[in-house]
């Protein structure tokens, strides 16, 4: 999971940039004073300013997405090397907000920093744009594995195959059945799987939207194809251990009935 910091005066555009980016990224938006609101701690001394940073910081651990967007004032350098973001956007649009003591408290970056975007204007498409072309580089002309599966759950089994995969192409599509509760089994619902899924391949260090993509398709019974279709239908085989490997068992173990 990598942090995207959002930062700067209130009223320079972050929220509406962070809801943006969100739905692009399909990842989670923490925004301040969401945040602020659902911890009743509307305190903005020294002290509860740095309490709503670690706070920030914690909230952001619990996310399995591949990004988590950190959307908040985040006035002094350090506060921003607390929250440590992988990739930091300066929302430089306005010279002061509404709030003195904001204004007064406000750092703008030195040179120790590393700001990955500075944006200086109100344009939020254009830049929603530019940091998702820089960040989803999937490409959908590039040679590409196909992995069509249940994955109810998507286990080491799995891993090993969607490695096998990888290394074919450098490129997969993981296409997710819609089989919830099909025949008296496959507890897990789309979002579910795509949890597990990111999750695992982030911990191999495989890139969302970069390595890999993840989709939604009918649950598929029948794969019927004419001659030269110029592509290739494959098994693939693993020694006994990754083999063994049953979802059915691992679903038993987590409590489902099978």
Not at 50 to 71: A, C, G, P, T
Not at 207 to 215: P, Q, R
């Amino acid at each position: 999971m990598k942090k995207i910091l959002i930062f700067g005066l209130p009223g320079s555009g972050k929220s509406t940039l962070a809801n943006k980016l969100s739905k692009k990224l399909d990842c989670k938006h923490l925004n301040a004073d969401i945040v602020r609101e659902k911890f009743n701690d509307w305190d903005f001394s020294k002290e509860g300013r740095l309490r709503q940073v670690y706070r920030m910081k914690e909230l952001s651990k619990e996310i399995n997405d591949q990004y988590v967007i950190l959307d908040f004032v985040c006035p002094k350098i350090e506060y921003r090397k607390i929250i440590s973001g992988d990739i930091i956007i300066f929302m430089d649009t306005i010279a002061k907000s509404k709030f003195a003591d904001t204004n007064s408290l406000f750092e703008k970056p030195n040179q120790s920093e590393k700001i990955c975007y500075h944006f200086t204007q109100f344009d939020s498409d254009k830049y929603v744009n530019q940091i998702v072309s820089d960040l989803i580089t999937f490409d959908w002309k590039k040679p590409t594995v196909q992995m069509l599966g249940r994955w109810q759950p998507f286990h080491d089994g799995h891993l090993a195959l969607f490695k096998r995969a990888y290394s074919k192409t450098n490129q997969v599509v993981l296409q997710v059945r819609d089989c919830q509760n099909w025949n008296n089994s496959n507890p897990f619902n789309y979002e579910e799987i795509k949890i597990g899924i990111i999750e695992k391949l982030s911990k191999e260090k495989f890139v969302l939207n970069k390595d890999y993509i993840v989709m939604q398709v009918p649950n598929v019974t029948n794969i019927t194809y004419g001659r030269d279709v110029g592509y290739k239908i494959e098994q693939e085989t693993f020694d006994e251990k990754i083999t063994a490997i049953s979802a059915t068992k691992i679903r038993m173990k987590m409590g489902f009935s099978s």
